[in-house]
């Protein structure tokens, strides 16, 4: 087995046949799933539009929270199920935002505000309890989480109000403890990150990049680093951006909060397809050994296609049937190029390598704790932002629940999407959230044609969240422990 | 200072802290007038109604699996064994053609059920985590979790005929089923030898409706309410976990239990005296499922009702936690621990709930106290017994 792994990676031109049964092992549970939620969709007999509408409006809302466990997975900590640990700080701003009156965006923004520096203190001190516990990340991370909720639960259940003075009748429970159990953000934070304008976000980042270049400028008249001509350029494209959002053609358009699905799709293929242009020039002038010429072509074939499906009418009506909220959309998109864009820094390949081996690591004069606990802090302060987009979209902050199952979808999502306890990728994280959610939404309904009762979809959802955890935890397990028999074999 | 901190150290921190504070509790419970005879009958139920489920860690520990999260596993089979042997007793109308006998022989079946398919289903999960050695606890984990998960399609696809276990309306188990009319406190509660019960019988079996049954006044001493006072001594509960402390013991110190706390302890040494540890720790595995399996009945006989559904997701947590925090380690465990550590853990939640109530009208706080502790002292025990570098 693993000789013919080993044959595979020095001739990557293997046969045909070959190459597609590994292309089809390595994604086993992704076609699985995909397979599964075929035939639940079937037997279930929902509209199509609808739910693909639902798909994409969970893609919105979860998507942030799942793409936040990537980091530790770069550096060899397993999957994060301590991000309940961020979700709680988000949880605490929240409430404090609305107990205070703040509403819209301004009181996300101060709820964001609030919990950054929450987060990255609890992420502190969960990588350095992670650090202790070398090689028990996991179990630890799942335990912490009920740890925190139980902590949680005391200061939400007895601190508030009993010891913290907090006597609003509308949050409090009548006696004057604990916080209720459910809370409407309906005219507060409901929506403060959905609603926000393209023109606004437009704004939002003319003055982020004034800001940026400012600070740059100053450093250069400082003469303590050099301005580029690269910042310069920047400034200038992002200053011609803004001053076309004022021509009043395109003006009219960006007064919206949504895009619908057929401007977004084609830009989202367009880029796919100048990606893999850009990486095959680059290859074709300096080759690189790990480039994969015929699976680029193979992207931008497929873009094509997909560009040319939009065209028939079935398909034009349900895409132009969805729109997308703009800013988590942009949000995610952030945060992939984020991640991608970690991974070529000096940190991120700090985490690379302890993540493959911390001996190697700590040999090469990386300070193996210090990048865990970077780790970890990141993760952290992510989950957390994934939860105040998660809240704001929900609508309603159940109080004590809303954290708990956090941890265990996000993680069995990004597996589903075929990453594992030691690699996982955007793309994973993007399908896998997809898949996952689209069995959400369809197995109760499945359950209900089935057997006439939809508790048993239900059920079936919870088992299957539990179960492709199970199965990947002990896969890997058991793979990671292979090679170690066969050298005590020989 | 130096003997202080000796006497620490021996103790260890967290029984030190956990056994102040049950005491303090103590205290403060009978400062403020609580009926103390009720208070500490309800802690011994309490402490013998979990116990056979910790002690099922201990041979899990021994045989080198580290701590079975997935009892769960053990504790659906027993809930199986129990719905089955219900269903059965029913459907035949023992209690209609047995009277009295009838609970005894229900609870040896679901005991008999509960024994057998714990025991295959330990087996393959022991063979489960010979293949993914080192990282048992995780995976243990969340096996426990499908499991429960997957019994709770089963439960709501059963279709009984007992109207203790069915809905009665729409189709699947009941969330809580009552042992009333079943074998519900025969090991625990006094009042099962003092008045009959009335038991509901089958229509297919007789068309009487119900019968009353009266369990035989000789058996009283299984529960003995001492001088009336209220204090009851669970004597049948506590004989059966003396028994299977007994068995444990006999079989660690017999030349298998010996060769299986050896392969728990250093597997390569093991290996070269020609012991199959894989073999041991599917044995250990095994042992320690179908202990889980007997834990819940008990449990379950105890407290007089079954719990399905997702009732105990977080068992396992809560016999992992009291295990340690009676001083095993994640690779050493003794009955001593089980037993101080059940008594300490649930001891103090019996006592924090009528103190609470007493002292601050939250009535949640018990429940996050449990959820503090028992987290607390596996992450403190994990901090303990990791670390250093693994790869």
Known sequence: MNKKIANTMTNPDNNISERIKTLLFDNKVMIVFAFLCFGAFMVSGMQLEAVVAEVFTRIARNGFTVLALLIPVFAGMGLNFGIVIGAIAAQIAIFAVVYWRFTGLGGMMLAVLIATPLALLFGYLVGKLFNKMKGAEMIAGLILGYFADGLYQLLFLVLIGGVIPATDPRYIIDGGMGVKNAIDLTGSLKYSIDRVKIIDLALGLLILVVVITGVKLFLHLKKKRQLERKDLIIFAVVAILYAITYVPAIEKHLFADRINLIVALPLFLLFVVIRNLLAIYKNSKKPDPNFNRPRSIFYIALSVLVYILTYVPALESLIMSINLPVLPYVLITGLCAFNNGLLNTRLGQNMRTVGQSQTVAAASGINVDRTRVIAMMLSTLLACWGQLIYLQNIGTFSTYGAHLQIGQFAVAALLVGGASVSKATNKQALIGVTLFHLLFIIAPQAGNQLFGDAQIGEYFRVFVSYGVIALSLAMHAWQRKKPLEEITAD | ?391
């Open chain 2, 1 to 391: 200072m130096t003997g202080f901190k000796k006497f620490v150290e021996k103790v260890g921190l967290p029984r030190l802290i956990i056994g102040s504070f049950f005491i303090v509790l103590i205290i403060v419970a009978l400062a403020l007038g609580l009926n103390a005879p009720f208070l500490f009958s309800d802690i011994i139920r309490r402490w013998m109604m979990y116990s056979i489920l910790v002690l099922a860690m201990v041979p899990g520990v021994q045989s080198g699996i580290g701590l079975n999260f997935g009892i769960s596993l053990g504790v659906v089979s027993g809930l199986l064994g129990a719905v089955i042997a219900m269903e059965v007793s029913f459907v035949n109308g023992w209690f209609y053609h047995f009277g009295a006998g009838a609970a005894w022989l229900t609870l040896l079946l679901a005991l008999a059920i509960a024994i057998v398919i714990s025991a295959l289903v330990g087996a393959a999960y022991g063979m489960l985590l010979n293949r993914v050695k080192g990282s048992e606890m995780t995976v243990s984990t969340y096996v426990g979790f499908s499991s429960i998960a997957l019994m709770n399609i089963v439960w709501i696809m059963l279709r009984f005929k007992n109207g203790q276990l069915k809905w009665p309306i729409g189709s699947g188990l009941r969330n809580t089923a009552s042992l009333q009319e079943s074998f519900g406190g025969l090991l625990s509660d006094p009042m099962v030898y003092e008045s009959p019960r009335s038991i509901t019988v089958y229509a297919d079996v007789s068309d009487v409706g119900s019968v009353s049954v009266q369990q035989p006044k000789s058996l009283g001493f299984l529960a003995i309410d001492v001088n009336d006072s209220g204090f009851v001594l669970p004597l049948g509960l506590i004989l059966v976990f003396a028994l299977c402390c007994l068995i444990v013991w006999l079989f660690s110190r017999s030349k298998t239990g010996i060769a299986l706390s050896a392969a728990g302890e250093n597997e390569l040494f093991t290996l070269s005296n020609g012991i199959n540890v894989d073999r041991m720790r599917i044995l250990g595995t095994s042992i320690s499922t179908v202990l889980g399996a007997i834990g819940i009945i008990m449990y379950a006989q105890t407290y007089g009702f079954l719990q399905l559904y997702n009732a105990p997701l977080m068992m396992g947590f809560t016999a992992v936690a009291s295990v340690l925090l009676g001083g095993a380690t994640v690779t050493r465990a003794r009955i001593s621990n089980v037993i101080i550590g059940t008594l300490l853990f649930q001891g103090i939640l019996t006592v924090a709930l009528p103190v609470a109530n007493e002292l601050v009208n939250v009535s949640a706080l018990p429940e996050v106290t449990r959820i503090i502790i028992s987290n607390g002292i596996i992450l403190y025990a994990l901090s303990k017994t990791r670390g250093g570098n693994q790869r």
